[in-house]
Nanobody, 120 residues
Framework: VQLQASGGGLRQAGGSLRLSCVAS????????MGWYRQAPGKRRELVAA???????DYADSVRGRFTLSRTSANYTWYLHMNSLKSEDTAVYFC???????????????WGQGTEVTVSS
C-alpha cells in the first residue's frame, strides 16, 4: 500500500488549504484514515482520523477549523483546513492502517509528508 500526499503550501493566517491523500497498490481494506503533523522540534501528533464508521477524532487545536472527509471508495481522503494559524505550520503526513489481502496482517502506512506554512 502506497500513500501519496499533496496539497501543502504557503498561506497567510486566516487562509485555507486542502490536503489530499491517495492510497494505491494492493488493498484489501483500509481503516483509520487520517492526518498527523510534525512541527519543527516537536513530536508527530494526530490532527484528525476516522474512527468507527464516519466518526472523526480531531485534535483540540483544530476542532471546528479542520474537516476530514473521504471518497465513497475510501481510497482518497482530504483534510480541509480553514482559519489557518501560524501554529498550524508543520509537515503533514497522511496515515492509515491497512490489510493487503484476506490472509495478511494489518500494518501502518504513511505518506511522504506535505509541508504547510502559515505566515502571521
Amino acid at each position: 500500500v502506497q500513500l501519496q500526499a499533496s496539497g501543502g503550501g504557503l498561506r497567510q493566517a486566516g487562509g485555507s488549504l486542502r490536503l489530499s491523500c491517495v492510497a494505491s497498490g494492493s488493498i484489501f481494506m483500509l481503516r483509520a484514515m487520517g492526518w498527523y503533523r510534525q512541527a519543527p522540534g516537536k513530536r508527530r501528533e494526530l490532527v484528525a482520523a476516522f474512527t468507527e464508521g464516519d466518526n472523526v477524532d480531531y485534535a483540540d487545536s483544530v476542532r471546528g477549523r479542520f474537516t476530514l472527509s473521504r471518497t465513497s471508495a475510501n481510497y482518497t481522503w482530504y483534510l480541509h483546513m480553514n482559519s489557518l494559524k501560524s501554529e498550524d505550520t508543520a509537515v503533514y503526513f497522511c496515515h492509515c492502517r491497512g490489510i493487503r489481502s484476506p490472509i495478511s496482517q494489518e500494518y501502518d502506512y504513511w505518506g511522504q509528508g506535505t509541508e504547510v506554512t502559515v505566515s502571521s
